[in-house]
């Protein structure tokens, strides 16, 4: 079955504490992004990764690490999380950046405290 | 500000009914794509409309696109129970990029 999982599912860490959320495909997708959804503000795009080694700042980089070593996985790096990066995260992936549908993990719930 | 806003914000409809949300945008766009979700989970992709194109169908679902008006609006026929999630628009930008809107919230009542 086609699918992007993310991993953990729901977090709640301290203010200052290094985490990663895992990203994974097995669709074999070239293009994988990172998006934040805040209410209000809908769903922005993080980072994004157009091939293996290879990764760009999306609209809201700040305080927030990428690596692309292999090409099915994304993770999410926070090194020093502040609470306003409590948010619900989604990853996802497609063929290619253009014309193409984008298949989301469930999403991951974050709260720092 | 971002571009693909959803319009209305919030829309309560009874089982049966039609269910229209709008979405506009503000640069040029390669295409524009609409997306569910239920509350607390993923997106899932509804339908993609290239710029080209004024309008499309998909079971219940038509969508349409004005280019010149930079609008496009996502109709729900005949709605559900089960229609019931979050609505987003999302517009492809001539570099590539997805740019999503603030969403639709749809509450269908049985």
């Known amino acids: 079955e086609a699918q992007v999982t993310q991993n953990p599912r729901y977090l709640i860490t301290v203010t200052g504490k290094k985490l990663t959320v895992t990203c994974s495909q097995n669709?074999?997708?070239?293009?994988m992004s990172w998006y934040r959804q805040d209410p209000g503000l809908g769903l922005r795009q993080i980072y994004y990764?157009?091939?293996?080694?290879?990764?760009d700042k999306g609209d809201v980089p700040e305080g927030y690490k990428v690596s692309r070593k292999e090409k099915r996985n994304f993770p999410l790096i926070l090194e020093s999380p502040s609470p306003n990066q409590t948010s619900l995260y989604f990853c996802?992936?497609?063929?290619?950046?253009?014309?193409?549908?984008?298949?989301f993990g469930q999403g991951t719930r974050l709260t720092v405290v | 500000s971002q571009q693909g806003e959803e319009d209305p914000q919030a829309l309560s409809i009874q089982e049966g009914e039609n269910a229209t949300m709008n979405c506009s945008y503000k640069?040029?766009?390669?295409?524009l794509q609409w997306y569910r979700q239920n509350s607390g989970r993923g997106l899932v992709h509804l339908i993609l409309?290239?710029?080209?194109?004024r309008e499309k169908h998909s079971g219940r679902l038509r969508v349409t696109l004005d280019t010149s008006k930079k609008s496009s609006s996502l109709l729900i026929t005949a709605s559900r129970a089960a229609d019931t999630a979050s609505y987003f628009c999302?517009?492809?930008?001539?570099?590539?990029?997805?740019?999503f809107g603030q969403g639709t919230e749809l509450s269908v009542k049985p």
């Open positions: 996802a992936s497609s063929l290619s950046r253009r014309l193409d549908e984008a298949f």
């Open positions: 640069t040029s766009i390669n295409n």
């Open positions: 669709m074999n997708h070239e293009y």
């Open positions: 409309i290239r710029s080209n194109e």
């Open positions: 999302a517009t492809e930008d001539q570099g590539g990029k997805l740019i």
């Open positions: 990764s157009m091939n293996v080694e290879v990764t």
